[in-house]
């Protein structure tokens, strides 16, 4: 039997592992490193949504949350949205990320989960992730293009992880970039050296609506919907 998307996106990430050497205050972030209960509820999403032989478009976004794919193994999905819009169950301490809030509110206005998931995967430029350790000794969310030396020693590995993507089933006339900053340029960079897509959309990051731009928060989903289907009727 021909294996799934689902089947794919799930051995990619019970197989997801970084060896490559890190900046002394920065850690990786693997939600599926020793941790039985993201890949339990990862499994249970991509299989509910996923089980399909379909073709979908790539979202990529930057690296997962603290409080949503670092816990759920879903990147944008806290374990509110998890419950909530994608009907999966979780025992543990509730998490919220603004993030998360933005992308199943768009979700929903595009139609639901049920219709969105047939046509978009989203998964991160780095999927891993990372964290940086703060004079106080906390961990706060860190991003891949801040250490120059780190997404230096990331291309290989960013490389290798988009192609194996693309391999799922991914569509490669359209792209979508959440971030239409550093994050974009650096995809569009790496697009123009070995031609992934024909063409990627930047959308403002779903981070960045939320804490800069939320009393417009409806005129973004609007245009994240707009590039959507307009890209479907391609």
């Known amino acids: 039997m021909k294996k799934t998307f689902a089947d794919s996106v799930i051995r990619f990430n019970k197989e997801l592992s970084l060896n ?52 759920t193994g879903v990147p944008f999905t806290d374990t509110k949205r998890l419950t909530s819009a994608c009907g999966i169950p979780y ?37 891993p992730g ?47 970039c959440l971030g239409s900053g550093k994050n974009y340029k650096y995809i569009q960079q790496l697009n123009e050296e070995f031609n992934f897509f024909q063409k990627i959309i930047p959308l403002e990051h779903p981070r960045f609506i939320m804490q800069y731009r939320q009393k417009q928060k409806q005129l973004y989903v609007e245009k994240y919907i707009q590039a959507f289907h307009d890209t479907l009727s391609f």
């Open 20 to 71: 490559i050497p890190l900046p002394k205050t920065i850690v990786a972030m693997n939600p599926f490193q020793n941790n039985e209960g993201a890949i339990q509820l990862m499994k249970s999403f991509y299989k509910k949504f996923y089980d399909d032989q379909k073709k979908r478009f790539f979202i990529i976004g930057i690296n997962p949350g603290h409080f949503g794919a670092a816990v």
């Open 91 to 127: 025992k543990g301490k509730e998490t919220h990320e603004p993030s998360s809030v933005f992308i199943y509110d768009m979700i929903q206005a595009f139609g639901g989960t049920q219709v969105f998931y047939q046509y978009f995967y989203i998964n991160s430029i780095v999927p």
């Open 130 to 176: 990372f964290a940086k350790q703060t004079n106080a000794n906390k961990f706060v969310n860190f991003n891949y293009y801040d250490d120059k030396d780190l997404q230096t020693a990331l291309k290989p590995f960013i490389l290798q992880s988009l192609q194996q993507q693309i391999h799922f089933g991914i569509y490669t006339h359209t792209a979508f």
